[in-house]
């Protein structure tokens, strides 16, 4: 069972204004929308409540840009116990703009 953490997004109305967003547990996350200081920790929850989900390959959009958010999450993705294996989604679901997360499944 998933816990619901909420998470702070830009609102599309104000560069100071913020709203609350919660992440669900599945196999996709596009992380454009988030605040950059909070993608990791994002990345992280979303991992685990997805894990624990049953899900046990998720894509993460990062985007193509100049590869700092995709180098920053591979650094988090090395250090997580429950992740198996990460590399770059194939050219139909995002390129090297995604990554794709196996995750260790539950023993």
Not at 44 to 63: A, M, N, T
């Amino acid at each position: 069972m998933w816990q619901k953490k909420e998470w702070k997004k830009p609102s599309e109305d104000s560069e100071n204004e913020e709203i609350i967003v919660e992440i669900p547990p599945g196999d996709v996350i596009d992380l454009h929308t988030f605040n950059p200081k909070d993608i990791l920790s994002v990345v992280e929850e979303f991992l685990e409540i997805s894990k624990d989900s049953g899900f046990y390959e998720v894509r993460l959009i990062h985007g193509k840009g100049k590869g700092i958010q995709r180098k920053n999450i591979r650094k988090l993705l090395e250090k997580l116990p429950y992740v198996e294996d990460f590399y770059d989604a194939p050219p139909e679901r995002g390129h090297y703009g995604a990554t794709i997360v196996i995750l260790k499944k539950n023993e």
